[in-house]
């Protein structure tokens, strides 16, 4: 056994090996300072901003804010990083505690910012905040727990019940403006031979949560939504059981080949034709060509309780900067710079994204009906909630698919599918 | 009768279920090659498996354009550093460990081989922050010595078990003849063990050369990205265009493709290492 012949050349290698260790280690700590002080030396001009926004025009809308900006402020010398959304989620975290992390990111409100807020990690953008041109609601959203802006919002969407007007002539039906209605109008599309309710689930099982968010803000109000969300109120709540009874009665009504369809097999289908009305974002149609775009409309989710005041989801992007950022000058001038209505005006002329400029002094570069219904809906709502996981985090969020997925397959279920949510998410919140 | 009639039958039972077997297997391949050059909207209105309306290359002028040269470039210089350096230091290593009385030889190759089941999502942060604290984070570099570091172990396994089938008579006549160790190793262990470097050579290609993981970890520039994560970001975050995404798919699999023709012929025979001992 090699062990036993452990003699002096074995104890002078193993002498050996520590020596290496340590030496190993000398070496970390001797290396440590120079990184760092290459990064915090706080007279870097490179700005750097990082970027989800991975399609071609966006990229291009990106860069064109950079060359702008450069025009202004030729000391700086931007450089734009796009990191597909996925992996730039799963970044971001190491991203703002690096030693020389991107300077300014793309970003939406809500929880998440506001608790990297509370880390400290992100830089406070109160100077450069513009005084008017955000609603309340707004500026709300882009503030931290103290009151520091630490979010500049640069445009937002809506979420509706969109379908193509051209399908329901053909169809002769008509948008609804109640449950019944709606139920009736589902009823009357599956008469016809046609599945009623898009909701495709093996990639995008999130999507559950839009119908989840709806319901609850039409039936219980934003108020409640934003308590339970925040672990104020429980899931087991009997409110939250009526909005599963409320929902029961659409899922008959649900495309029932959607749960082994990716979210993009799920849109195809319902430009065809196949699937008539689909819960989601404009973004559903951003891929899709000309002529189809130009028949996209939607209506507003239907309204259940007249009593309780209409809220809508309207999930607001923009940028936030990081702390440790080497150049923090350069952030808050770009971040300034980006809540310019000349600024967000650009981005939206080059993306053509179908999104709505945040600042409300600016105007959309691409206007168009659908586009109007959305920004007078939400200028219309009493409140605006985000979104599920942004109203909350991704923990939750999987909590709500692996209960809402549960609860499509077994909608008889509900009681004991709400009290394993409960636990699910009071264990995904730590206590 | 009986006999001869099932006999005769034999062969066309098995060529009938291995031709079905491998149209099976080649279906996916070629329903990616025909994606690559159908046209986004044409897959969009009629869906992945409707017959295509009509072909064209755009898509692969589409992936090239956006920048795939460089991140095929980029794999390269990152896969092949990684390669020479994992065979180099695995087979140095494991001729250490099979043919010298080294001690805790054992105990050395267990905690490489445990090493590597280890998985690498827990190694992440850790790792990360050790390249930070080094300077060698975001830099290609750093990259090439964590991929370097993480396979040695499961490579220095192989090879320590290749070696040890080598006969001693031979390495002693060398050694009588006046050569050194490392002499020993460069004449005689190094060319004996070709076919076992040339099918792990193989397979470490592959394997580095499709990582994604370690790369979207350890990198944060978009010029420095290899074509695994580069390929990611061509997804949008709602659509992706199926035909560019199944472009560069195809024109990122060239590279290990050749290797693996070239090397083929090492590479099944180097699947039969150790097993006639």
């Not at chain 1, 399609?55 to 990083?81: G, I, W």
Request: proline share 6%; hydrophobic share 50%.
């Amino acid at each position: 056994m090699s062990h036993l012949t452990v003699n002096r050349r074995g104890f002078l290698a193993g002498l050996g090996a520590l020596g290496m260790t340590s030496a190993l280690g000398a070496c970390a700590t001797s290396t440590t300072p120079a990184p760092a002080a290459s990064g915090s030396g706080a007279t870097s001009k490179a700005l750097t901003l990082k970027s989800r926004e991975t399609s071609d025009k966006s990229r291009k809308a990106m860069q064109a804010l950079l060359d702008e900006f450069l025009k202004t402020n030729p000391q700086y010398k931007p450089s734009l990083n796009t990191m597909e959304a996925a992996a730039f989620q799963q970044q971001i975290r190491a991203d703002l505690t690096l030693a020389t992390p991107p300077d300014v990111l793309t970003w939406f409100a809500g929880e998440i910012a506001s608790d990297f807020a509370g880390q400290g990690l992100l830089l406070d953008a109160t100077s450069v905040f513009p005084t008017d041109g955000y609603s309340p609601q707004f500026a709300a959203l882009s503030a931290d727990a103290s009151g520091k802006k630490i979010f500049i919002p640069t445009n937002y969407y809506w979420w509706g019940m969109f379908y193509r007007t051209s399908h329901f002539e053909k169809w002769g039906v008509s948008e609804p403006k109640t449950w019944d209605e709606f139920i009736a109008l589902c009823k009357s599309l599956k008469g016809k031979g046609v599945s009623p309710l898009a909701l495709p689930l093996a990639d995008a099982a999130w999507l559950t949560a839009s119908w989840f968010d709806y319901l609850n803000l039409r039936i219980n109000g934003a108020a409640f939504h934003r308590a339970l969300l925040a672990g104020q109120e429980s899931y087991e709540d009997p409110r939250v059981a009526k909005v599963l009874d409320v929902w029961r009665e659409a899922l008959p009504y649900l495309d029932p080949a959607g749960k082994g369809l990716s979210f993009q097999e799920g849109s195809a289908k319902w430009q065809q034709g196949k699937d008539a009305i689909f819960l989601c974002g404009p973004f559903l149609a951003d891929a899709m060509p000309a002529e189809v775009k130009a028949d996209v409309n939607f209506f507003q989710f239907p309204i259940i309780d007249p009593a309780v005041p209409v809220a809508e989801e309207a999930p607001l992007d923009g940028f936030i900067a990081s702390a440790h950022t080497a150049n923090p000058d350069g952030a808050l001038a770009f971040l300034k710079y980006a809540a310019t209505p000349a600024a967000q005006e650009l981005y939206l002329k080059i993306s053509e994204n179908t999104l709505i400029p945040a600042n409300g002094q600016a105007k959309s570069p691409h206007p168009t009906p659908l586009l109007e219904k959305g920004r007078t809906m939400v200028a219309a709502a009493a409140d605006v909630t985000q979104f599920f996981n942004r109203d909350s985090n991704d923990d939750q969020l999987n909590a709500l698919t692996t209960a809402l997925v549960r609860f499509i397959d077994k909608p008889g279920e509900a009681a004991g599918i709400l009290k394993q949510w409960q636990s699910d998410s009071a264990k995904a919140r730590g206590n | 009768m009986t006999p001869t009639k099932a006999a005769r039958l034999r062969p066309w039972l098995f060529h009938t279920a291995m031709g079905t077997l491998a149209a099976l297997w080649l279906l996916p391949l070629a329903l990616v090659l025909v994606t690559s050059l159908r046209t986004f909207d044409d897959l969009a209105a009629r869906g992945l498996a409707s017959l295509p309306t009509g072909l064209t290359f755009d898509s692969y002028r589409q992936a090239l354009g956006a920048g795939e040269w460089r991140a095929i470039g980029n794999s390269l210089l990152i896969t092949v550093p990684v390669v020479v350096a994992t065979l180099v230091l695995a087979s140095m290593a494991a001729y250490a460990l099979a043919r010298h009385r080294i001690p805790f030889r054992r105990t050395l190759l267990l905690l490489m081989l445990a090493g590597n089941l280890l998985p690498a999502q827990l190694l992440l942060i850790p790792v990360l922050k050790l390249t930070e604290r080094f300077g060698v984070f975001d830099s290609r570099i750093g990259v090439i010595v964590v991929l370097t570091a993480v396979g040695l172990g499961f490579y220095t396994f192989v090879l320590h078990g290749f070696m040890r089938g080598i006969p001693h008579e031979i390495t002693q006549a060398a050694k009588i003849d006046g050569a050194t160790t490392f002499g020993v190793y460069l004449r005689i262990v190094l060319p004996l063990t070709k076919p076992a470097l040339a099918a792990l050579g193989s397979l470490a290609f592959t394997w580095t050369f499709n990582d994604l993981l370690w790369a979207i970890t350890l990198l944060r520039d978009e010029t420095k990205l290899p074509v695994t994560p580069a390929i990611l970001g061509m997804q949008g975050q709602y659509f992706s265009s199926w035909n560019v995404i199944a472009a560069a798919t195809v024109l990122a699999a060239i590279p290990t493709v050749i290797v693996f023709l070239r090397f083929q012929r090492y590479f099944i025979s180097g699947l039969l290492i150790g097993s006639a001992k």
